[in-house]
């Protein structure tokens, strides 16, 4: 019904479904940011799974040796399923139409999946571990919290400073998370454990340069994935050979987070060995009749 304004006799009428269709372009959800919303709600998820399955059980007394491994190996699932999501959410924003909001959704999304989720897995580990104490949960809290700050100031700097193409500055939040993960799952003595994740910590902070996972790369991060789904799911089954599996793959994550900053510093000095040589060439060259 039309209301008409006694002094205007200006019509007026409620407003339709064509003015809905006039959202801003800022507040539509592109495919891309429907993948990063799927890795922020992996990395809720997996931090229900550490405590329903894992701290609340050991708590109240009622743990359950089984049900502890089958939710902790959920727990670490979603975060490998997060960084699936991570992974091709900046394939297709590339592919297709990104909206404005996907940076600052991405990176809220991974500190979720990426800072708060693992965190809050070493904070449990420090409350469950066979030789926890009251000092090493302490320490544990410690570490934990190095490391949410560690991917916090990540991914600020990464928000506001311009590398090169084709390059991470300091270790990707996604790698950094499951090697702290795979840190704790090696069920190392407390002081070698806290020591590797401040490392861990560290190199997602550092300068040390990490290549983008692109092309061959990509692929066989996503093969690394699932496999180590794959090693989860048999320990949390308790199949046999599961937890040989299991240590064999933390075991390779872990040397896989150690050696790439080492191929990169040893690139770095070549690159810069190579660069001296040259320019001495050229100064003698230079000098020549």
């Not at 996907?102 to 500190?111: F, I, K, R, T, V």
Request: net charge negative; proline share 5%; glycine share 8%.
């Amino acid at each position: 019904m039309t209301v008409i304004d006694p002094e205007t006799q200006a019509g007026w009428a409620p407003e339709t479904d064509e003015d809905e269709d006039d959202m801003p372009l800022s507040t539509r959800l592109s495919i891309a940011d429907t993948l990063t919303l799927g890795n922020a709600i992996c990395g809720f998820m997996a931090v229900y799974f550490t405590t329903t399955g894992v701290l609340i059980p050991h708590l109240t007394g009622t743990e359950d040796g089984g049900m502890a491994r089958h939710s902790a190996a959920m727990a670490v699932i979603l975060m490998l399923l997060a960084s699936v999501f991570d992974l091709f959410d900046g394939l297709v924003a590339r592919k297709l139409r990104a909206s404005a909001m996907g940076a600052e959704l991405d990176n809220l999304s991974d500190l979720i999946s990426f800072g708060l989720a693992p965190a809050y897995f070493v904070v449990t580990w420090g409350m469950v571990a066979s030789d926890a104490n009251q000092a090493n949960q302490r320490v544990s809290v410690v570490a934990a919290v190095v490391v949410l700050l560690a991917v916090v100031l990540r991914l600020a700097r990464f928000s506001c400073v311009t590398l090169r193409d084709g390059i991470f500055q300091g270790m990707p939040s996604p790698f950094g998370a499951l090697t702290v993960v795979a840190i704790v799952l090696l069920e190392l003595p407390f002081l070698p454990t806290l020591l590797a994740i401040i490392g861990v910590a560290w190199l997602m902070v550092s300068r040390v340069e990490y290549p983008k996972p692109r092309g061959r790369l990509a692929v066989a991060m996503l093969s690394w994935i699932v496999l180590s789904m794959g090693m989860l799911a048999a320990w949390a089954l308790d199949a046999p050979g599961g937890q040989l599996l299991l240590q064999t793959g933390c075991s390779l994550q872990v040397v896989l987070g150690a050696m790439i900053p080492l191929f990169a510093t040893a690139r770095r000095v070549n690159t810069f060995r190579d660069n001296r040589r040259e320019s001495r060439a050229e100064s003698r060259a230079a000098q020549l009749p």
